[in-house]
């Protein structure tokens, strides 16, 4: 019986032990035949690269996103438009008071008198771009960062009470009546004043306010010796009415001495004898300038820039051709809406089919943009008021206004004169000439202002801004010898002094220091001096002549 189990376990040891090595020859053949086929893989992959990498790159596939956005979109931006130069220049945000040296001369010098000219406050969009989808502007006035300015918190209040009715309304406020005294629509129509337009000019006349009607000059300024004029457009009603609040502190909605002017240049020849309003064949000078400087190198390559890449953009943006654009000025009018509002600048998302998928790409009009639509307006500015024919053409545009300036600084020294001569003495009041205006006011356009700066010869020949002023204060020396100049004028650009710029005062005829003052009698002799009469005679007798030459022709 023992011998019988002996072998019996003996069988079992052994089967046991042969099994444990069939695992370990097992073990060892599945691992040598791994390396085996890792060598076999990597020869496959050198050897027959082409499908295997077809395999890697569907895993890739698989991997990465379907959508992402493409590496050539377009380069980010992300700059506010109102961070660009020249856009918050031409903006004119008002944040504060406007900054300026009006009034700060020397204490040995009386302010007489000053009269202003000013370009209306900011406005909605003359122009609309193409396939635009337009945001509206607000009309309504925000005075929520002037909470410290109590008069500035009252205007809306003081505006509506004069607006509900029309009572006792003087004669020169009566013919405004079609229109709002200010902004007060929820949205504002093409070219109205907005809110923010209406606010820079109430800092503007409470900037010249605070040095004017102050001391040192306390230049009485009030109802009877403010006088305004403006162009019949809203828009510059509008602002002259703002300015007007800002300045006078018994401002009185019903009694402003506030006319219309029927021509943007201010011309009246009632008002100021020698003026010449009329000048048939005149524009064909500034049209002239304006063709010669679309070749001129400068202005042709700031627009081929523009062109190739600001025009595509704004382009792409709209969905339209960029020969559907309208031109540089034009986009830029249109673009104010987002820049000066900080408004979101439109966008265009662009989706493109790609082997790896599909990419997104997205195109804004941004900074970027601004500053290459900007560039081929100012060269085109800059180009024409340097331009010989438009030089001709400012100077006799302009010589109506600049005549009434003079006329009107003129009649001020006349009167410190007689009151002196009356009473005795400098400080006496004026009772005999009580109406006769100390400040003037001209509230007009771009078109205004531009060719009164070239005619002046200053240098700051770029598109005017929103709510810009061109100011001339006329001074009294209050001790001076016999045979010294009495009088002066002073030329102030958005509160810069540019006396000295001027064509009158730029040949070493400015008093040193910083007075900036030129005498008045060499501004009052350079505008009478100008023969634009006789110029524009000339003109009359050209165009007489050819339209003789083109009857007998017909004949």
Same mark, same amino acid.
């Given at each position: 019986m023992h011998s019988q189990k002996c072998p019996r376990i003996l069988n079992m040891k052994v089967l046991a032990l042969l099994g444990f090595l069939s695992l370990v020859i097992t073990f060892i053949t599945v691992r040598y035949a791994g390396d085996q086929q890792s060598g076999v893989e990597n020869d496959f992959l050198v050897h027959r690269s082409g499908h295997?990498?077809?395999?890697?790159?569907?895993?890739?596939?698989?991997?990465?996103?379907?959508?992402?956005? +493409? $590496?050539?979109?377009?380069?980010?931006?992300?700059?506010?438009?109102?961070?660009?130069?020249?856009?918050?220049?031409?903006?004119?945000?008002?944040?504060?008071?406007?900054p300026g040296e009006e009034g700060m001369v020397s204490k040995d010098y009386k302010l007489l008198a000053a009269h202003v000219v000013i370009r209306h406050g900011d406005r909605a969009p003359l122009i609309h771009l193409p396939n635009e989808k337009a945001p509206p502007l607000s009309c309504l006035v925000d005075m929520s960062q002037f909470k410290h300015v109590p008069k500035m918190q009252n205007y809306q209040h003081v505006m509506a009470q004069a607006a509900q009715t029309t009572e006792n309304d003087s004669d020169s406020v009566a013919e405004f009546r079609r229109w709002a005294m200010y902004p007060s629509r929820t949205e504002c129509g093409e070219g109205q004043l907005t809110g923010r337009g209406a606010t820079q000019q109430i800092l503007s006349g409470l900037h010249l306010h605070q040095r004017y009607a102050q001391s040192p000059h306390n230049l009485s300024l009030n109802l009877n010796t403010v006088v305004a004029h403006t162009t019949v457009v809203s828009r #510059?009603?509008?602002?002259?009415? &703002?300015?007007?609040?800002?300045?006078? #502190?018994?401002?009185?909605?019903?009694?402003?001495?506030?006319?219309? &002017?029927?021509?943007?240049?201010? +011309?009246?020849?009632?008002?100021?004898?020698?003026?010449?309003? !009329? +000048?048939?064949?005149?524009? &064909?000078?500034?049209?002239?300038?304006?063709?010669?400087? *679309?070749?001129?190198?400068?202005?042709?390559?700031?627009?081929?820039?523009?062109?190739?890449?600001?025009? $595509?953009?704004?382009?792409?943006?709209?969905?339209?051709?960029?020969? *559907?654009?309208?031109?540089?000025?034009?986009?830029?009018?249109?673009?104010?809406?987002?820049?000066?509002? !900080?408004?979101?600048?439109? +966008?265009? #998302?662009t989706t493109t089919n790609t082997s790896d998928g599909v990419c997104s790409s997205v195109t804004c009009i941004n900074a970027k943009t601004m500053e290459a639509v900007w560039a081929p307006v100012d060269a085109m500015s800059s180009c024409i008021s340097s331009n010989p024919d438009y030089r001709k053409y400012s100077a006799a545009s302009t010589q109506g206004l600049l005549l009434r300036i003079v006329q009107g600084l003129h009649r001020a020294t006349l009167r410190r004169k007689n009151n002196e001569k009356n009473t005795g003495t400098e400080n006496g009041s004026d009772t005999s000439q009580k109406h006769e205006p100390v400040f003037v006011l001209y509230s007009g356009h771009d078109n205004t202002l531009t060719p009164l700066i070239a005619a002046l010869g200053l240098t700051d020949t770029v598109w005017p801004g929103y709510a810009t002023r061109l100011v001339f204060e006329l001074y009294r020396r209050k001790w001076s010898s016999s045979g010294k100049a009495q009088h002066f004028v002073r030329v102030l650009l958005n509160g810069k002094p540019v006396t000295y710029e001027t064509v009158f005062c730029k040949a070493g005829s400015v008093l040193s220091g910083a007075n900036d003052l030129c005498e008045f009698e060499r501004f009052q002799a350079h505008i009478v001096g100008m023969k634009v009469q006789s110029f524009c005679s000339s003109l009359r007798f050209v165009s007489n002549s050819l339209n003789r030459r083109r009857k007998r022709a017909q004949k």
């Open positions: 295997v990498k077809g395999v890697i790159n569907m895993r890739r596939q698989n991997a990465r996103p379907s959508h992402y956005m +493409c $590496k050539d979109g377009q380069e980010m931006d992300t700059r506010p438009l109102l961070s660009v130069p020249r856009v918050g220049k031409y903006c004119n945000i008002p944040n504060s008071e406007p #510059t009603y509008q602002s002259a009415v &703002a300015f007007l609040y800002g300045l006078l #502190t018994d401002f009185n909605p019903k009694k402003l001495r506030l006319h219309g &002017a029927s021509s943007i240049m201010f +011309c009246d020849s009632n008002a100021a004898p020698g003026s010449v309003c !009329s +000048c048939p064949g005149l524009e &064909a000078f500034r049209n002239r300038a304006i063709s010669k400087c *679309k070749s001129d190198s400068h202005v042709f390559q700031s627009l081929a820039r523009y062109e190739e890449t600001a025009a $595509k953009t704004v382009a792409q943006v709209l969905g339209v051709p960029d020969v *559907k654009l309208p031109t540089p000025e034009g986009v830029m009018d249109a673009l104010s809406r987002y820049a000066c509002h !900080s408004i979101p600048p439109p +966008c265009v #998302t």
